[in-house]
Nanobody, 128 residues
Framework: QVQLVESGGGSVQAGGSLRLACTASRLTTSGACMGWFRQAAGKEREGVAIIYSFGGSTYIADSVWGRFTISLDNAKTTVYLQMNSLTPEDTAVYYC?????????????????????WGQGTQVTVSS
């Protein structure tokens, strides 16, 4: 059973930065699509950024393009989301997700059902 543990959420003023981390345990060595989704109050959960553990291809949502980056550590067990130039519209609960053996494509940013494993979520609050 894959487990995802997130860290790094918190409160920040607009224009600030935060880095989220998600460590996966018992993830397959056969590759996985991993990434971050977020859910603001009263809204649907949306994809933010995903990365393929073999090769490191990344896909970033248009809403955060140029401000957020996603990366993996060398062990390919921890995925990071670096968030810069944060705005109040980025306020949400951020969830780590993983799909073992799934090769990431941009389409999966809008297909949260493809991800079978989720973290508990971490709150990010951006004040103006």
């Amino acid at each position: 059973q894959v487990q995802l543990v997130e860290s790094g959420g918190g409160s920040v003023q607009a224009g600030g930065s935060l880095r989220l981390a998600c460590t996966a345990s018992r993830l397959t060595t056969s590759g996985a699509c991993m990434g971050w989704f977020r859910q603001a109050a009263g809204k649907e959960r949306e994809g933010v950024a995903i990365i393929y553990s073999f090769g490191g291809s990344t896909y970033i949502a248009d809403s955060v393009w140029g401000r957020f980056t996603i990366s993996l550590d060398n062990a390919k067990t921890t995925v990071y989301l670096q968030m810069n130039s944060l705005t109040p519209e980025d306020t949400a609960v951020y969830y780590c997700a993983a799909a073992p053996r799934l090769v990431c494509t941009r389409d999966y940013l809008t297909q949260r059902g493809a991800f079978g494993y989720w973290g508990q979520g971490t709150q990010v609050t951006v004040s103006s």
